[in-house]
DNA sequence: GTGTGTCAACGAAGTTATTCGTAACAAAAC
DNA sequence: GTTTTGTTACGAATAACTTCGTTGACACAC
């Protein structure tokens, strides 16, 4: 029976899929010395986070060459959309706009980056009529 | 020595919060109520969220005629923001931004709340002018 | 004053998340 | 062939979060 998808992942899985969907795949060693230059952290440790995420379903694995080579198994926008969507009901009575208004306030956009906002505004606006 | 600022608070005490945020100040008999609403919550559950916050300093309260009332101690705003930057840093490297774009990907925006962001982005264009 | 109801305090237990030591194993180096 | 090195597997310790039963204090009704 799959887990239900109330569940995020943990702080320390988060950590591991980020780096697996910049690498696309990677080893323990590989995770291990990525995380390493943000915080200290055993090997055994990231090691035991991956295998328990295998358990979960978070990511799969092939063994190639003797190592086992990682790889997410869940997308990085869909995760990304399910903990916003998480959020906006934890902390803003499930309004994820309330959300996206929070998250421009306190900051500093990029030309290109308002453009991209406005676009998305002009689809959405297009989409209710 | 106060908590770090790191730490969240957790889904319960979140959505303790929430109540008193709604509220502005509430017993634990009302609070428990307004949890119950949702989902079948113990009396002595909640009591003792609160007397926990309570440590942590996430909440304060008064005796007032035998009864204690409890009152957040965090700002709504300042907590959301928290946990939108926390969000951003762990699962979108750190870009509030991304986030936002992500939270409005999938939504159907009222066309008030459309315009309400497109003065927020008005505002962040003039600001960097 | 005894009973009833409301509430706070406390302690304990269950669950999940985090961390790492130790062992087993195989390939490579010697 | 023995040692060293890099890896996986396992188990256990600790901490954090969640849940609730039990107890005791107080006040109000009778």
């Given at each position: 029976?799959p887990?239900?998808s ?17 690498k696309g ?14 915080k200290?952290t ?15 379903g978070?990511?799969t ?5 003797r190592?086992?080579v ?7 926008e ?28 306190s ?21 209710r009529?």
């Amino acid at each position: 029976m799959p887990r239900p998808s109330s569940s995020r992942p943990t702080d320390s899985e988060l950590e591991i899929l980020g780096v697996l969907w910049d690498k696309g795949a990677a080893t323990v060693r590989e995770v291990h010395e990525e995380l390493s230059l943000r915080k200290p952290t055993g090997y055994t440790t990231v090691l035991k986070f991956m295998q328990i995420m295998m358990d979960k379903g978070l990511i799969t694995r092939r063994e190639q060459h003797r190592v086992h080579v990682y790889e997410s198994a869940v997308p990085r926008e869909a995760t990304q959309s399910e903990l916003v969507r998480d959020l906006a009901q934890r902390a803003f009575g499930g309004s994820a706009l309330e959300l996206a208004m929070r998250a421009l306030e306190s900051n500093r956009a990029t030309p290109g980056e308002l453009d991209k906002i406005r676009r998305l505004l002009d689809q959405a606006e297009k989409g209710r009529r």
